[in-house]
């Protein structure tokens, strides 16, 4: 074996290692995510007297404001990210995740738990330094199939993660959250070992320009980078669309289908599995035959079907053939970062991310309200306009606006986007 060859054996294997904590980092957090998903809105219950309507008000307070803290954070850690490396921004957050655990485990009010909530989305932001690990690190013909893994242990952890709360929260509703709170300082000692810093520091701008390392300076970024304008609006409308099934998917099938809560665990059990499968074995392949490009209208395209499925469903019968469709939606995502990073220099990458962090906040702001209040009014009017579906056509249409607009600017850029 030749040195050079050794060499790259090395990097490949470091490379290897690297992701291998990216991968558990994503796991680990989207468990400690997942795991307080059953109880949350018992615990705001609890805290708010036992009154389901102020409970139920307070709860889309903590989900609007968690999606807020995304969009105005996310371009911060990107920016701290490209300045001082994916390795501390990283392993902060985890850290601040450990911490913001045990505050909530403890919190004595319901201000208290709202205040923890704050700190539980600027944490979350962590995502998008995690992605600019991964464009770090892996060649730009292999980076689909990466982020694809990724996805797979978001899909793994919230399988694993609302289980786990649900069995523990019966126990005490405190319980979950010392259980996010042990997996997150696992996972922080864990990378304060073995975790690499991915971006060395000739690769790492000068200075942080802080008037663009806010919300609306990363909008301003992708607006203003014309190769990565339209494929933004893309991943808007992908994360628009998808927000629709946490917001109403529970009162949808209990409305239409009488589905109890146990029919409700499969079907999140079969929608999780299929998914992962699709995101940890099939992006791989699928993207080296038809490239990013084919990737991404083939995920808007199953999406947009699968949504309309799922809307028009007479009966949970049909509604259960839409999973599988739904879970080729999973190509959309891979493919898009695959050829938004391959437009932006390693300098940039933590920069890209957390705008695309940005556009998740809005979605996950915004969804919430819109879905919420379109099913209200279907559900309000079901006598005279049959359509207890239509938040979800609302969707399969955003899925089908993304086709079309794909159709135009997902192409592979034949050189780099100009950064200013």
């Known amino acids: 074996m030749t040195a050079i060859e050794s060499d790259q054996g090395g990097r490949g294997g470091r490379r290897r290692a690297a992701f291998g904590f990216i991968f558990a980092a994503a796991l680990i957090n989207s468990i400690s995510f997942g795991i307080v998903i059953p109880i949350l809105p018992n615990l705001i219950k609890a805290m708010s007297g036992g009154d389901t309507a102020a409970a139920s008000t307070w709860n889309a307070l903590f989900a609007s404001v968690w999606g807020l803290m995304q969009f105005v954070c996310g371009p911060v850690l990107g920016a701290l990210s490209d300045r001082y490396g994916r390795r501390p921004v990283l392993l902060i957050s985890i850290f601040g995740l450990f911490g913001d655990f045990l505050f909530m485990a403890f919190a004595p009010t319901l201000g208290w738990l709202f205040l923890g909530r704050v700190l539980n989305g600027i944490t979350a932001s962590s995502f998008s330094t995690a992605n600019a690990y991964v464009a770090d690190i892996a060649p730009p013909q292999g ?244 359509l207890p579906g239509l938040p979800i056509l609302a969707s399969s249409a955003l899925f089908a606006l993304a086709f079309c607009v794909s159709l135009v600017v997902a192409r592979p850029s034949s050189g780099m986007v100009e950064v200013s």
């Open 143 to 386: 980076r689909a199939r990466l982020f694809g893994l990724l996805g797979s242990a978001f899909g793994v952890g919230f399988i694993i993660g609302p289980t786990l709360g649900g069995l523990l929260g019966e126990h005490n509703l405190r319980l979950p959250f010392l259980a996010g709170a042990g997996l997150c300082l696992i996972n922080g000692l864990y990378g304060l070992l073995v975790l690499p810093e991915s971006l060395p520091p000739e690769r790492r701008p000068i200075r942080i320009a802080w008037a663009r390392a806010n919300p609306l300076g990363a909008l301003d970024f992708l607006r203003r980078a014309r190769g990565l304008r339209g494929l933004a609006s893309v991943s808007l409308f992908q994360q628009l669309g998808f927000n629709v099934l946490p917001t109403i998917f529970v009162l949808y099938t209990g409305y239409r289908y009488g589905w109890t809560p146990r029919t409700l665990g499969f079907v999140f059990m079969a929608t999780g599995a299929s998914q992962i499968f699709v995101q940890a074995v099939l992006v791989g392949p699928v993207v080296a035959r038809i490239g990013e490009r084919g990737a991404v209208l083939l995920g808007a395209a199953m999406g947009s079907l699968a949504f309309a499925i799922y809307a028009f469903a007479p009966n949970g019968l049909i509604y259960l053939i839409g999973i599988p469709i739904y879970a080729m939606s999973g190509f959309l995502q891979p493919g898009l970062l695959g050829l938004m990073s391959a437009r932006i220099d390693a300098t940039h990458q933590g920069r890209l991310q957390g705008a695309l962090q940005s556009l998740q906040g809005i979605a996950s702001s915004l969804a919430p309200s819109f879905f919420g209040l379109t099913f209200a009014w279907a559900v309000r009017h079901d006598r005279t306009v049959h």
